[in-house]
DNA sequence: ATGGCACCGATTGTTCAACAATAATAGCCG
DNA sequence: CGGCTATTATTGTTGAACAATCGGTGCCAT
């Protein structure tokens, strides 16, 4: 049963996604090599691969765990961000396929926000700068907001308060894709740019909400 | 004998980039295992680990080999870099521990140049720029550096004319540096904006003469 | 009781040998 | 000479084994 390697990977990268282990889970080598039905050396290669992309940690002698990105990670990520995503939407074309992407990211959000799903519709918002940063053409770039798009998934796990970290960029998106089509990519990447902020205000603020009960 | 494998990888990620197996390079388990004097599987998780930074190349069933950027790779590094270090000097703050880095990193250079050692040149260059992007003080942005920095250095080898790549751009991290102290972050991001125009089409242009004998 | 210490158990790190599955190659046939 | 088949070398994966390390347990001395 070959080719296992990347299809465990794969399946493993989603389901630590979708929370089926919480952040900060001890992944151990036996029981889940067991319970994915795969030898611990096939398992312990899959692990590299997703340490490498920062979705699970690697501590020397006590196995891998479920990253559980803190506040120092969640600025970081930001700020990983703003660098990257005001800047392919202020060089976007609008006739870029993306923009497509774009489209439907947002009205799926806005489907999802009536459905009151929201984690659907914390999907749609990431599928949403998904599409801003295919703008730039770049697989590096994409691989980038891949790996910390991913990161910052868990970081909203540990929130768990779907609808607050969600449902006010619906709004926002849209009014974002219509700036960037009326008025050109520059004018939505200065909004782009107050957006984050706004956001990353929003995590960290649940954040700290957190830690104080 | 454990905590083989950071050590392998980093010694494997070394090997790769100064060039002892050459871009393209098939590297097989077997062999390559009995050279290192480790076990298939340790070095299998090396191999994951190099793979998802870009260094190697990884086809199923065909195992890896070292990658060879193409032009392609070559564009998509570049663009890369000019979203991140223009935007991570125009942030930057002269105080910025990192500036001691490019000041070095521009010696070195100089040094390197004046003694026709074309390899250490590169190394300085490359060095002037990681440290422009750890203005950022982002561990995620430089590790995308890392990386594509390495990928870079593969594409350097596969040209091997280092003396056009590199001795042209001492001179050009001198005058950055001054630019950056004297007039600023954004008049040096503009500045670095054409720098990097210029590198890539020195690249390109040196990536063609090959294709063309 | 408490603090430090040696031991013990569980887990990871690594190796080895084997077999299955695949891709490239060589050789065969038409 | 071109296409098909068989061979072969390599990768993919497994299971078992052992070494090394970490964390905790319980003992001992104070």
Redesign the pocket.
């Given at each position: 049963?070959?080719?296992?390697?990347d299809t465990l990977t794969n399946a493993l990268r989603r389901r630590i996604i979708d929370g089926e282990f919480a952040p900060g889970t001890r992944l151990?080598?036996?029981s889940l090599a067991e319970k994915l039905?795969?030898?611990?050396?096939?398992l312990?290669e899959a692990f590299r691969v997703l340490a490498e992309q920062g979705l699970i940690e690697?501590v020397?002698?006590?196995?891998v765990s479920v990253a559980s990105p803190g506040v120092a990670d969640v600025v970081d990520i930001y700020r990983a961000r703003r660098y990257v995503e005001p800047a392919a939407l202020a060089a976007g074309s609008p006739l870029h396929p993306a923009v497509a992407a774009m489209r439907e990211a947002v009205e799926q959000g806005e489907t999802s926000l009536e459905a009151r799903d929201w984690r659907t519709v914390g999907t749609a918002n990431m599928a949403f700068h998904d599409a801003i940063v295919a703008l730039a053409d770049s697989p590096r770039l994409e691989r980038l907001f891949r790996d910390i798009a991913a990161e910052l998934r868990l970081a909203f796990l540990e929130i768990d308060n779907p609808e607050a970290l969600h449902a006010p960029f619906v709004t926002r998106n849209r009014a974002l894709l219509e700036t960037f089509l009326e008025q050109g990519g520059p004018a939505a990447a200065a909004e782009l740019q107050d957006y984050l902020v706004l956001s990353e205000r929003t995590v960290l603020g649940a954040f700290t909400r957190l830690r104080h009960g």
């Open positions: 049963m070959p080719d296992v390697e151990s080598e036996i039905g795969v030898s611990r050396n096939t312990r690697h020397p002698h006590r196995g």
